[in-house]
């Protein structure tokens, strides 16, 4: 079955940087739609990146800037680099794969910006 693996997650400074990589097995990648959302406590999931399989990258206008996403075929891979970290970027971040055979989720990773 579709597994969507996230990790990268920790305690960070604010300022401070993080990359997150989600690995994916048991699909085909290569057709699949990539995003990172994140979830912080008391709020609703939101979108962070999307990136199609033609490597194309869409980021809503609240995320621009500080975050960059990218994918890896060969590896099956997804990754999240965020920078200039904030307070408010706490949340859990959640690796999605959507295509037309449908869609799954990972268990997300923790990310905690704090000094």
């Known amino acids: 079955q579709v597994q969507l693996v996230e990790s990268g997650g920790g305690l960070v400074q604010p300022g401070g940087s993080l990359r997150l990589s989600c690995v994916a097995s ?3 990648f290569g057709i ?4 990172w959302y994140r979830q912080a406590p008391g ?17 809503p206008d609240s995320m621009k800037g500080r975050f960059s996403i ?9 990754d999240l680099q965020m920078s200039s970290l904030k307070p408010e970027d706490t949340a859990v971040y959640y690796c999605n794969s959507n295509s037309f ?15």
Do not use: C, F, H, P
């Not at 699949?32 to 995003?35: C, E, G, K, L």
């Not at 890896?72 to 997804?78: E, F, G, H, L, M």
């Not at 990972?106 to 000094?115: A, L």
């Open 101 to 115: 055979r449908g869609a799954s989720w990972g268990q997300g990773t923790q990310v905690t910006v704090s000094s």
């Open 26 to 28: 048991g699909m085909s």
């Open 43 to 59: 709020k609703e999931r939101e979108l962070v990146a999307s990136i199609a399989t033609d490597g194309g990258t869409y980021y």
């Open 32 to 35: 699949s739609i990539m995003r």
């Open 70 to 78: 990218s994918r890896d075929n060969a590896k099956k891979t997804v």
